[in-house]
RNA sequence: UCAGGGGGCCCGAGGCAGCCGCGUGCGCUUUCGUGUGUAAACAUGGGGGGCGCGAGGAAAGUCCGGGCUCCACGAAACAAGGGUGGCGGGUAACGCCCGCCGGUCGCCUGCAAGGGCGGCAAGGGAAAGUGCCACAGAGAGCAGACCGCCGAUGGCUCCCGGAAACGGGGCACAGGCAAGGGUGAAAGGGUGCGGUAAAAGCGCACCGGGGGGUCGGCAACGGCAACCGCAUGGCAAACCCCACCCGGAGCAAGGCCGAAUAGGGGCCGCGCGUCCCGGAUCAUGUCCGGGACAGGGGAGUUUCGCCCCGAGCGGCCCGGGUUGGCUGCUAGAGCGCCGGAGCAAUCCGGCGACCAGAUGAAUGGCUGCCACCGUGCGGCAGGUCCCUUCGGGAUACCGUGUACGGAGACAGAACCCGGCUUAUGACGGCCCCCUGACGUU
């Protein structure tokens, strides 16, 4: 199983509709993607720094996905991590732990829920794959 | 020479090791897949492993100048619009850089005239024309008279002397003046002497200014002597005038490849009921839009009612779009070293190396040690100080060991160069100016 990573903006789009698991420093977003293999993408939108902010924030968030999805990725899934505020420089051990946490909840199929705030219309069943 | 302060330029943008990774180029390897082939083999894709290279001085802002690409265009000139603005040099070019000139500010030197050093500035034209110069002030562009000065000359129904002529004094009416005060960013040359009733380039000397001459300089410009009594203030970053420069858009430029699906156009074959209205057309109609009737179909059948269809279908060809891929794409007005020319910017010659090409965007992640700063502890070696019994003790400075804490900037190539501007922490190197101390003359 091989890794590859997500390029196409829908697919960004619709793994936005997967299940949803917030951290400090990250939000991981899981969905099946019918027999593609393990996936990744990460966005880090422009609120969260200039360009050299971002840039290592992906770069360790790359290193990160690279070192965890192997063994604690759900596979035939898109992965997405979103960048947040608080996880500029945040130590990274930490958030190797916080990420396989986020994973096995994603795995057992359970997400944040959605809340009034954002509703993610019944997309929600997702996740809830055998 | 040292210390402190200010300014400018250059280099560098922590180092090493281990483990795990990314992008790219080139070899190697493979009992792997696919294609061609009788085969050998070749091509292509995948796996494994090796070697080389892999962000910046600003990669940034996108403010100028180019290369390159496409578009437009006979050439050139003019007009419009935009830009530039002392002179010379450098450059592919520039609004950039270097040198110089003039201006201005500060410091030093000198009796002075002058000279030296450093800094600053978009520095063509104000007798081509137009416009503006607020407030204050008497007066601000045909200059002007508030306070003031004078009142020689003329005047006075003033005072004294005198017979008178007249003399002396007074007044400040006419009038004269612009020195001094005051206003202002700016008041129409400055200082001094003469002169005068008081004054004034009214006269003179020096300084400043002017146009012409002459000498020097490639030039900006400068020197000199004579002449002119001074004859037109500032703003051109207000319009404007003069000289010179400029076609536009940008790598999402531009070129190439091609599938599925949907849609467009053309041709051919078959098919396409009648009538009416409108549109388009010079007109015809197998043109376009709408309607009525006939016709066909649907709900099991028939009648009535309702709904739908009422012109396409098939084949071939063509061009375009979306998404995607390839290319442009990195060897260059480039880099390093050496030599030469030049005050310098820069240029010339020789030698050498190949030095990022990503595209949801590689150039990294983690750990350890060292290096920088601060604090505490140990006193381990040295220095210094104390007691002095070969030894012991203290230690604020320096080395060093250790623990804890801190700092580690600005910032990420996206076609490529030359500049400018802006942002930037620590350590270095060089230069200039100012201040202080010491030493020498």
New binding site residues.
């Given amino acids: 199983m091989t890794l590859s ?5 829908a697919d ?1 789009l619709a793994a936005n509709a997967g299940t949803r698991n917030a951290r400090a420093g990250f939000v991981l977003l899981t969905r099946p993607n019918s027999g593609q293999g393990i996936r990744f ?3 880090v939108t422009k609120k969260i720094g ?3 902010v971002r ?2 924030m ?3 968030f790359r ?1 990160l996905l ?1 070192a965890a999805l192997p063994t604690l990725g759900l596979p035939d899934h898109d992965h997405v991590l979103i960048g947040r505020a608080g996880g500029i420089e945040r130590d ?2 930490l958030m190797a732990e916080e990420l396989a946490r986020a994973l096995a909840r994603a795995r057992e199929g359970r997400g944040d829920p959605s809340g009034g705030r954002r509703p993610r219309k019944g997309d929600r069943k997702g996740g809830n794959r055998p």
């Avoid at 990573?5 to 903006?9: Q, S």
């Fill in positions: 990573v997500l390029t196409k903006r960004f993408g990460i966005t200039n360009a050299v840039n290592r992906k770069r360790r290193e690279r990274f051990h």
